[in-house]
């Protein structure tokens, strides 16, 4: 059983581009979350979606960035016009039943912004 | 707002020495959890505690939680270097979880 998947996992992008993050959950869990951790930070919660629903997006900042879970396919995490302080590592995390349930974390992906 | 402290921020041990890090948060949570991250990786979970004065232990490391002290400590007993890592508590709803700062520790010979 294959754990939480991230792709990819180093993205270099320069200011003002777009970001892709993947993130396909464990064999079974419906809901996915997204965090963020700056260097020498803690994970902050961005986003919790379920399949085809945003459950809960109030970490999210307001503009530029944006989470999908679609009915067939990995989770997306978007970030337009990137600037250098979106330098960080993205993690996803996974569970089957959301509210009650472990999340499990996938590898992340870290982004440098140029 | 739910705020989560760790401390120490850096811990530096010889092997074989004991020391605890300590997880303090602001308002009444249901759950507590410890993850280790290595440099580079994702996070790892320790352990998940769920109840006041519930106690875990998994080889060298024991945490524990007091709800009433919103409080957990996670203790390392005769420290050895592939405990060299970053711990992190979180508190919250398993669909919101609030981390620590994290508490790097480093244990040398």
């Known amino acids: 059983n294959a754990g939480v998947m991230q792709n990819p996992r180093h993205l270099v992008r320069r200011r003002g581009q777009e970001a892709r993050l993947r993130c396909s959950p464990m064999k079974g869990h419906s809901h996915v979350y997204w965090y963020r951790q700056l260097p020498e930070e803690g994970l902050k919660f961005m986003v919790y979606?379920?399949?085809?629903?945003?459950?809960?997006e109030s970490g999210m900042p307001k503009e530029r960035f944006s989470a999908e879970f679609p009915k067939e396919g990995p989770s997306i995490l978007r970030i337009q016009q990137v600037v250098r302080g979106d330098s960080a590592a993205y993690f996803c995390?996974?569970?089957?039943?959301?509210?009650?349930?472990?999340?499990?974390f996938g590898p992340g992906t870290r982004l440098t912004v140029l | 707002e739910l705020k989560v402290e760790q401390n120490p921020l850096f811990l530096s041990m010889q092997e074989g020495k004991n020391y605890t890090i300590y997880c303090n948060y602001s308002?009444?949570?249901?759950?507590l959890y410890w993850y280790r991250q290595d440099p580079g990786k994702s996070l790892e979970s320790l352990f998940v505690l769920l109840s006041n004065g519930a106690v875990k232990q998994e080889g060298r490391l024991m945490a524990s939680l007091d709800t009433k002290a919103r409080l957990s400590t996670l203790h390392i007993t005769a420290a050895v270097h592939d405990l060299s890592a970053t711990y992190f508590c979180?508190?919250?709803?398993?669909?919101?979880?609030?981390f620590g700062t994290g508490t790097r520790l480093q244990v040398f010979p």
């Open positions: 308002t009444t949570s249901d759950r």
């Open positions: 979180a508190v919250g709803r398993p669909d919101k979880l609030i």
């Open positions: 995390a996974s569970s089957q039943n959301g509210r009650d349930d472990e999340q499990f």
């Open positions: 979606l379920q399949k085809e629903n945003i459950i809960d």
